[in-house]
């Protein structure tokens, strides 16, 4: 099996089960206890969190511990928007976002009557600066825009974005699930005030994240308990799975050289197969402003579930949602305003650290025999 899904989720590098382990064992302690059991969870916590912080250009103490992105965009989005004394808060997304941005924002409208201005994308699933300038008014408390998209890999211009909000008093959050350990991210150079950290995105277990806070940020906690995590998540630390994520962050610092074999590879794949299926491949987003490691494209002709269906030894995935039977195409790419036929042919291609030549020329194989067959 060729696993080209990398942005759906990551092996556990075995480095980071190693680190795990000792915290699902003999290391079993509440980091909390000031008994000596306390003390060695209690270490790797706080080891963790400067891993974390590294990675981002951020300090310790600015480092939320989550049980996941979805969780740290939560907490993000309606954290700022619970704590602020505005009337009829304002906050400002885009439509492409990650479901957990949407649906948080949409419960703000519905519960909290706030007010949610949906941005636009082109059709590179780019979002312009001069939308936001338009959209922002004096009652914006928060802007929310990703770095980079799950489908399509697009990169946001976040800080110009990120500037435009400040400009305008408002805070800036940034959900980098897809960027943390393909590309560089330094959340100072940025000028983001909350970032989401996924672990599984990045060779780590399923189950943690994190949430950057930028010194000052007002949030209302989503949890309410005994304190932990700077009083914006109670409950006992997950000690085992945090530091799964700290050993994964380190790697990644260590592995951003390889993303330069990585796009070579995936260009190699784009490359070879519209050569194989002349005419017939569609690159879906930027060609050049998108990550290193992703590629989605159409093939005319084809459903991409049905390619996939047909290719049984590749692990890859479309944007598509299947209801009885009855496939929905990718909200996304039906943003970006492509037809309903193009957006149902979508595949999206993921490499990672393990991808190897061999892999991409069996992929090409497979995925052109499968085109070939038709998508009906």
């Not at 009652?139 to 110009?160: C, F, H, K, W």
């Not at 309410?224 to 000690?239: D, F, K, P, S």
């Amino acid at each position: 099996m060729i696993y080209l899904d990398h942005n759906a989720t990551t092996p556990i590098d075995p480095a980071v089960t190693a680190a795990v382990l000792p915290y699902l064992g003999e290391a079993f302690g509440n980091p909390s206890s000031e008994h000596r059991y306390g003390a060695a969870p209690q270490a790797a916590l706080d080891q963790a969190r400067r891993d974390v912080a590294a990675l981002i250009g951020a300090t310790d103490g600015q480092i939320v511990f989550t049980g996941s992105g979805s969780e740290a965009d939560n907490l993000a989005i309606r954290g700022v928007v619970l704590s602020t004394g505005t009337d009829r808060p304002h906050v400002i997304t885009q439509v492409t976002e990650h479901p957990a941005v949407l649906q948080a924002c949409r419960a703000l409208e519905r519960l909290h009557g706030v007010d949610v201005t949906y941005l636009p994308v082109d059709t590179h699933g780019l979002v312009d600066p001069g939308d936001l300038e338009a959209a922002i008014t004096p009652r914006t408390v928060l802007v929310s825009v990703m770095a980079a998209n799950n489908e399509t890999g697009a990169l946001q211009p976040i800080a110009d974005l990120a500037g435009i909000a400040h400009d305008h008093d408002a805070l800036f959050h940034c959900d980098a699930a897809q960027l943390l350990g393909r590309l560089p991210f330094d959340i100072d150079a940025l000028g983001i005030d909350l970032a989401t950290v996924v672990g599984h995105k990045m060779y780590a277990p399923k189950g943690v994240g994190a949430l950057y806070v930028r010194a000052g940020v007002p949030l209302e906690p989503l949890v309410y308990g005994g304190g932990q995590e700077h009083g914006l998540r109670a409950g006992t630390e997950n000690v085992a799975l945090a530091v799964g994520l700290g050993a994964a962050t380190r790697l990644a610092v260590e592995h951003l050289e390889d993303q330069n074999r990585i796009r070579k590879l995936r260009d190699t794949l784009h490359d070879n197969l519209t050569e194989a299926l002349p005419g017939r491949v569609l690159l879906n987003g930027p060609s050049e402003l998108r990550l290193p490691n992703t590629l989605n494209i159409s093939i005319e002709g084809t459903i991409g579930a049905q390619v996939l269906r047909n290719a049984p030894d590749l692990a890859a995935s479309t944007g598509s949602a299947c209801h009885s039977g009855d496939p929905d195409p990718s909200s996304v790419l039906s943003a970006m305003g492509f037809d309903r036929s193009r957006a149902l042919a979508a595949i999206r291609l993921s490499l990672g650290r393990s991808t190897t030549p061999d892999d991409i020329y069996t992929a090409v194989d497979q995925l052109t025999s499968a085109a070939r067959r038709g998508g009906d």
